[in-house]
């Protein structure tokens, strides 16, 4: 059975940071790009940082500079460091496992920035 466990989300101040993970379990973790992803309350779900199975990372325009994704393989664990979060990353986050055959997606993890 496939499972994609968020933890790290939390209630921060704006201009803090938080880190993400996302552990996997059930896959062969190394030959699937790992994503991250959030929707807030009535919008569509969109991605924001994404990293292949090569280890290219793809970051949306919202998010460069201010957030990194990484992965451990050894761990099977994608994480996401965000730093200068702002109200408007306030979204449940959601990791994404996806390969040539197959998508699997956590159940989120909420990350609110507010003072």
């Known amino acids: 059975q496939v499972q994609l466990v968020e933890s790290g989300g939390g209630l921060v101040q704006p201009g803090g940071s938080l880190r993400l993970s996302c552990g996997a379990s059930?896959?062969?973790?190394?030959?699937?790009?790992m994503g991250w992803y959030r929707q807030a309350p009535g919008k569509q779900r969109e991605s924001v940082a994404r990293i292949s199975s090569a280890g290219i990372t793809n970051y949306a325009d919202t998010v460069k500079g201010r957030f990194t994704i990484s992965r451990d393989n050894a761990k099977n664990t994608v994480y996401l460091q965000m730093t200068s979060l702002k109200p408007g990353d306030t979204s449940a986050y959601f990791c994404?496992?996806?390969?040539?055959?197959?998508?699997?997606w956590g159940q989120g993890t909420q990350v609110t920035v507010s003072s």
């Open positions: 994404n496992a996806i390969n040539y055959k197959n998508s699997y």
């Open positions: 059930g896959i062969i973790f190394s030959i699937y790009d």
